[in-house]
């Protein structure tokens, strides 16, 4: 080859590298650091609040939690199924406690998928026929024209259907084709703005079910409409480089990691996306065990979808427990409580130690009478479920603002308000 000839070749190569989307390894130090944080979850062993996320970012992730994990695992599969398939052990009151959702049994199977198991046996099919119930009666609320809502949300669809697919379970093109009409007509994807966290989950959906072939049928409509997520997502980024915001932006690299799409300057705008979180890393935005758990596989160069055939023998760094360093401090912040939508309206200051997240203002609140609220449990932490004895109905949900207008992108009890600050709680329909 000539130089010209060499010359070419070097700037083409180029010109394809920047069609894939590849994420360089980041510092190790970083990585160990977010694993850190979730080992203190693995010591919460009740059903309210095992996670079966943290299991599996793990196992993706280049970080292990050594025989902590394999114990997580067991004690997962003995309250799951328990819950799930009314087996008795030993304990008491479990009937009282709430069964997991569609999407948590969904997550359920996706772990045992990380251990290289293959979900089986009586029990395990009992498993996945309830998950294929669920979808079947979310199909049935969507409804054969697309009129109505699923129960639980296109995020929880799209994770159905992804947890069946890495166990290489069937389902029926109808129940896929919901999720496809979604993403092809995609205001149905909305919470208000578009959800690139439920975009992504459902292209991670779309990409297995394109990888093992289960829905023949559909495969060119499948095809596309992974393309269509792709797109989207791509056009979703910000100025600063992540997808949606920084707590979507590791669903969203799962599902554009190592794809090409040829034109789109795709390894340009995952390059942007990494150091925009390498920055949010080092500011110390991921403190929420799931989102980290989502995040720890990107940083490995790995997504759900490799669940379809998990390397387990992959080596992992064993992570040290973190020496907690809690800075306890004397100073005193004022943070203006605000909920508009009831009668009469409350408004009141609230005087906290610095560095108190927004659940220690509410629970501050209530202990100075006149101000009620409830939470419930989830993967992500306390989500306020009712305010002042209003309870969010279907469809609506309690949203968290800062004045003016501004929504939180963390929960109550990660979000640290500011001194000063006016927080706002408003109930919405999404
Ligand atoms: C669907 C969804 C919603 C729906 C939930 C209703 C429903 N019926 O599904 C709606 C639109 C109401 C919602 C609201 C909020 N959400 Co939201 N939500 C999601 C999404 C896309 C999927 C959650 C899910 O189904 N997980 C799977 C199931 C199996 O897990 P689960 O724990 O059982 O699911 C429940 C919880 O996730 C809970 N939930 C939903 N969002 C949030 C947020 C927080 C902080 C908590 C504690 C719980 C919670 O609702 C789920 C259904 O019951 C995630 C995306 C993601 N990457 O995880 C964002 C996500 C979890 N939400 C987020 C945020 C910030 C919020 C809000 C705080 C926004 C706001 N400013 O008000 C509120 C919650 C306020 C409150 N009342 O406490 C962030 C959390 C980031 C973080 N640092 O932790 C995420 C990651 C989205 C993002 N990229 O910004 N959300």
């Not at 792709?230 to 190592?258: C, D, W």
Request: proline content about 5%.
């Amino acid at each position: 080859m000539g130089h010209l000839g060499a010359l070419l070749f070097l700037l083409g190569s180029l010109g394809a590298l920047a069609d894939i989307c590849e994420i360089p390894e980041v510092d190790r130090k970083l990585v160990e650091r977010l694993g850190q944080r979730l080992l203190p979850w693995m010591d919460w062993l009740s059903l309210d609040h095992l996670n079966p996320s943290i299991y599996v970012g793990l196992r993706l992730s280049s970080v292990q939690a050594g025989a902590r994990e394999a114990f997580y695992l067991h004690i997962l599969k003995l309250n799951y199924q328990q819950s799930l398939l009314g087996l008795a052990i030993n304990d008491d009151n479990s009937n009282n406690k709430a069964k997991p959702s569609m999407g948590q049994l969904a997550l359920y199977l996706l772990a045992l998928r990380a251990n290289c198991e293959f979900v089986g046996g009586h029990k395990g099919d009992r498993l996945v026929s309830q998950l294929k119930r669920f979808l079947e009666d979310e199909k049935r609320a969507i409804g054969p024209h697309h009129k109505g809502h699923p129960h639980t949300s296109y995020y929880q669809y799209g994770l159905g259907i992804l947890a069946l697919c890495v166990h290489q379970k069937r389902l029926h093109d109808s129940v896929v084709g919901r999720l496809l009409y979604a993403v092809e007509h995609s205001h149905r994807l909305r919470h208000g703005h578009l959800s690139v966290d439920t975009v992504a989950m459902a292209g991670l959906a779309f990409t297995c079910l394109e990888h093992s072939n289960l829905n023949p049928n559909q495969r060119h409509r499948i095809t596309v409409a992974i393309r269509t997520t792709r797109e989207k997502i791509l056009k979703a980024q910000t100025p600063e480089g992540h997808f949606g915001n920084v707590y979507s932006t590791p669903l969203a690299l799962q599902l554009l990691m190592n794809s090409f799409m040829p034109g789109a300057k795709l390894g340009t705008a995952c390059l942007k996306a990494r150091a925009a979180l390498l920055a949010s890393m080092q500011d110390g935005a991921f403190k929420n065990v799931l989102v980290i758990s989502q995040l720890l596989p990107v940083l490995n160069g790995k997504s759900y979808v490799d669940l379809i055939s998990p390397d387990c023998g992959a080596p992992r760094v064993l992570l040290q427990p973190a020496l907690e360093t809690t800075s306890q401090t004397q100073e005193l912040i004022s943070v203006m409580l605000k909920v508009p939508s009831v009668l009469p309206p409350y408004r009141h200051p609230i005087s906290v130690s610095a560095g108190s997240s927004l659940e220690d203002v509410l629970k501050k609140a209530r202990e100075l009478a006149g101000f009620t609220y409830d939470t419930q449990n989830s993967l992500s932490g306390p989500y306020l479920t009712s305010v002042m004895g209003k309870e969010a109905g279907a469809r609506e949900f309690w949203q968290l603002l800062r004045a003016p207008d501004t929504p939180l992108l963390q929960g109550i009890a990660d979000y640290a308000p500011k001194d000063g600050e006016t927080i706002e709680l408003r109930l919405v329909s999404w």
